[in-house]
């Protein structure tokens, strides 16, 4: 071949390459504007200031409509998809083990100036692949804690989803006719061990602390471990015993970029959430794994709909302000956040009360 013709071939085929990339850019642009006008939550939520801290249980109005819900296959998709941009939840809910080895340092993800090292028992429990490898479900049911739960009777129409994700290691035995009992996977900060099992001093705490766990029987236990300094002694405990005991749980743990990835997701559609709660990161974790995504026990006010008090929690007596400016979240901009993904089909909020005769699968509303 002439030496003009291949430099000209040479040429041809870079130009080519070239225009194939900027091509491909401008389409990745395109779509990531287009579907960061559909999502963006702020154009959703009509831009309320967050200094509003008026909980819409002053104002029935503001309740989400539960009659009129309708699943939006083509929003859930879209949001999928952008969430896809900044984690994959299939990676980044568990460090893997061939990832570290024992006796290395982690920074914690908020106390970035202390570190805490892999011990042998967190290096033993963790999955040697995702825990949610190549798992889709068709409806999830996520739970939150809010004492709006109770006398809700939505036991039984929790319980019939595929996949139900409950937090912070809640009880459910006598709560279930309110929040069912089916658990595949359950979260566990290690605060979970100081306030709700007193650390385990006494044998009668361990053994209740073990008999929580053994009820979760093969599920996922997702401890954030290295969130917060303080919690590894309690985090060493919890694992001691489940190795000890071979109790039959999954042990995952978060990624060290999940926080900065989910809370960069939601910056980038304008929700600026200072730390995203347990909830708001198990919604945006399971838009990968779930199809219909349901979320109950999620209300962030002091008081219902009709002006009755709610707990912080449905099984304990733990006060929370839940509007205060220390308060490391953003819970009522989470939840009109949420009620503005509801309004549009992308999930659903249940708030009210349910039906336990109804087939949930049948239910229009
Ligand atoms: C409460 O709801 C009524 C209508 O039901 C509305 O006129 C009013 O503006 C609402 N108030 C607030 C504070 O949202
Ligand atoms: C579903 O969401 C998409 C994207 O936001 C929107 O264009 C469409 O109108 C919605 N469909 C329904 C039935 O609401
Ligand atoms: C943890 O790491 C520090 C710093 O390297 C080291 O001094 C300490 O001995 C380690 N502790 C354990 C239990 O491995
Ligand atoms: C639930 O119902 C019982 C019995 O009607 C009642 O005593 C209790 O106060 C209710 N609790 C809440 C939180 O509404």
């Not at 568990?94 to 892999?118: A, C, E, M, Q």
């Not at 319980?159 to 994700?165: E, G, L, M, N, P």
Request: proline share 7%; aromatic share 8%; with cysteine.
């Amino acid at each position: 071949m002439p030496l003009e013709l291949r430099a000209l071939l040479f040429g041809f085929v870079t130009l080519l390459a070239v225009l194939l990339i900027i091509d491909d850019i401008a389409e990745v642009e395109e779509e990531t504007a287009k579907a960061a006008a559909l999502v963006d939550p702020t154009t959703l939520i009509q831009q309320k200031t967050d200094t509003d801290h008026r909980p819409p249980s002053y104002n029935a109005s503001a309740r989400p409509s539960p009659h009129t819900w309708t699943f939006n296959k083509t929003l859930s998709t879209l949001i999928r998809k952008n969430i896809l941009r900044f984690l994959d939840p299939e990676r980044d809910i568990s460090i893997l083990k061939g990832t570290l080895k024992p006796g290395d340092i982690i920074h914690y993800v908020f106390d970035r100036h202390s570190t805490t090292n892999i011990s042998e028992n967190l290096y033993r429990l963790l999955p040697t692949i995702s825990p949610m490898k190549n798992q889709h479900h068709r409806r999830c049911a996520i739970v939150g804690n809010s004492g709006i739960l109770l006398n809700s009777s939505c036991g039984p129409e929790i319980d019939s989803h595929d996949f139900v994700i409950r937090c912070n290691l809640a009880p459910v035995e006598e709560f279930s006719r309110d929040v069912g009992r089916r658990t595949n996977l359950v979260t566990m900060n290690p605060s979970v061990v100081q306030r709700a099992f007193q650390d385990l001093v006494s044998e009668e705490w361990r053994q209740r602390f073990l008999q929580r766990l053994r009820s979760l029987s093969g599920s996922v236990l997702w401890i954030p471990a290295f969130m917060a300094k303080g919690g590894e002694e309690r985090v060493e405990w919890a694992l001691r015993l489940i190795l000890r005991h071979t109790v039959d749980v999954r042990t995952a743990f978060p990624s060290l970029r999940l926080l900065h990835a989910v809370r960069g997701y939601w910056l980038t559609n304008n929700v600026h959430i200072k730390r995203p709660t347990t909830g708001l990161l198990m919604y945006t974790m399971a838009t990968r794994f779930c199809e219909e995504i349901h979320l109950y026990g999620f209300w962030p006010f002091p008081l219902d709909p009709q002006g009755k008090p709610v707990k912080y929690h449905y099984y304990d007596a733990l006060k929370y302000e839940y509007t205060s400016s220390s308060s490391p979240h953003t819970m009522p901009l989470e939840f009109r956040t949420l009620s503005a993904l509801h309004r549009h089909g992308a999930l659903r909020l249940h708030t009210g009360t349910c039906d336990p005769q109804t087939d949930p699968e049948r239910q229009v509303s």
